[in-house]
């Protein structure tokens, strides 16, 4: 039997959720129903798709649905889960509105697939910075338990949304015009982007972190199930498109050789290691070596990035790494599509 799906939200998460339920060949019946706050025809996935406002019939007869719209009171899974589960859907949400409510298994399929039980109908997936650092630290914490983590993330401007991007865009030509007078707009990012970088992604809690630095740690814990782990996290938005970078560093309990890192993480689901000499060696140094940059997503669409990865030397067991992943296809469409296939895997859908 071929899946009916509905995504909620074609923006730039909902818009890869249709061209990698296509390119995956989910078993679904083709198009999906697509909506979003207002009615359009767009192109999604090479077609023209007729994009409905969301109401109660979008939901109708629907076997998964995928949420990507905005977060919130009025948001697209706060509005419509109830309405979505009363149609037996299966829901997958990419919003943080229900991630850390302890009925909803919080997932990432490489590393805790088997949280979702039967009785689980709605399922979250993690914020984007979260997903690659999980799917980079779960192995080395299997071998070795991570006591502690110090992560500062380089966010690109697409992990806010449309907007952000647009506001790169045309902040770029003003500032080459004029770096003091850059145009923004502060209810997207609070500074102009432009040949600049934000240490503030999400809102401020009280004592001085941001959301987006507090997810981190919790969802973290919550995916790799462990509490103990000790986290604190830097978040920062920096002017690429697409591609999130983070600088991770970490104390374990079990030492564990850069070259055993490497090793465990080159075996690992989701993972490839970008980390020897370079073999071009294009600046005349030796000891030049390869790693990974936001640029490099374009080859490596689905898969977490990790180089960089070297003893911290200044504690007994310690490592520094850097990864790097598509925020928008593994940091979110991707992952969600993946929890589907899992849960089809699993017999919990029946095709
Ligand atoms: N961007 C990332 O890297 C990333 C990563 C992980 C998770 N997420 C999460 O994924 C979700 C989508 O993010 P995005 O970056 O794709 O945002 P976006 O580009 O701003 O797009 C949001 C989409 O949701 C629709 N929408 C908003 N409110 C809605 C509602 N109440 N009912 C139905 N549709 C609604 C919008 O409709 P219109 O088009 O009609 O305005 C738009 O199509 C957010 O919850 C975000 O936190 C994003």
């Known amino acids: ?52 406002e969301t109401s109660e019939d979008s939901f109708k007869g629907a076997d998964f649905v995928f949420f990507a719209g905005r977060e919130g009171a009025e948001g697209a899974s ?20 229900f991630r850390m409510d302890p009925n909803v298994p919080l997932v990432v399929p490489e590393v805790n697939l088997d949280a979702i039980g039967p009785e689980n109908k709605f399922i979250a997936s993690p914020n984007c910075s979260t997903i690659q650092m999980v799917i980079t630290l779960h192995p080395l914490h299997r071998v070795a338990k991570i006591r502690r983590v110090i992560v500062s993330t380089y966010q ?5 949304g449309v907007r952000a991007n647009e506001q790169l865009i045309e902040q770029t030509p003003k500032a080459l015009e004029d770096l003091d007078d850059i145009p923004f707009d502060p209810t997207v990012l609070a500074r102009p982007i ?31 199930g462990d509490e103990s782990i000790r986290i604190t996290a830097t978040t920062v938005r920096v002017p690429a498109f697409v591609g999130h970078g983070e600088s991770i560093n970490i104390e374990t309990e079990k030492k564990l050789t850069a ?24 600046r005349n140094d030796p000891l030049e070596r390869i790693y990974p940059t ?28 850097w990864c790097v992943a598509d925020n928008l296809r593994k940091g979110a469409a991707l992952n969600v599509v993946q929890i589907g296939e899992g849960l089809i895997a699993k017999g919990m859908v029946k095709l």
């Open 78 to 97: 706060v509005t419509w889960r109830s309405v979505a589960e009363a149609e037996g859907a299966i829901c997958v949400d990419n919003g943080s509105d």
């Open 294 to 321: 936001a640029l490099d997503i374009r080859k490596y669409r689905d898969e977490v990035l990790v180089g960089r990865i070297r003893q911290d030397k200044t504690i007994e067991n310690g490592l520094n790494l």
């Open 259 to 282: 070259d055993e890192a490497r090793e465990i993480l080159s075996k690992s689901p989701g993972i490839v290691v970008l980390d020897e000499l370079n073999p071009e060696n294009p």
């Open 194 to 224: 432009a040949f600049n970088y934000i240490p503030h992604i999400a809102s401020f809690t009280e004592d001085g972190y941001t959301k987006e630095e507090m997810k981190m740690v919790k969802e973290t814990q919550k995916i790799m």
């Open 156 to 160: 690109s401007v697409s992990g806010w």
């Open 1 to 52: 039997m071929a899946l009916r799906i509905t995504v909620v939200g074609v923006g730039m998460v909902g818009e890869q959720i249709v061209s990698i339920l296509r390119e995956r060949n989910f078993p679904m019946e083709w198009p999906p129903r697509v909506c979003a706050t207002r009615e359009r025809s767009e192109v999604l996935a090479g077609e023209n798709l007729l994009v409905e």
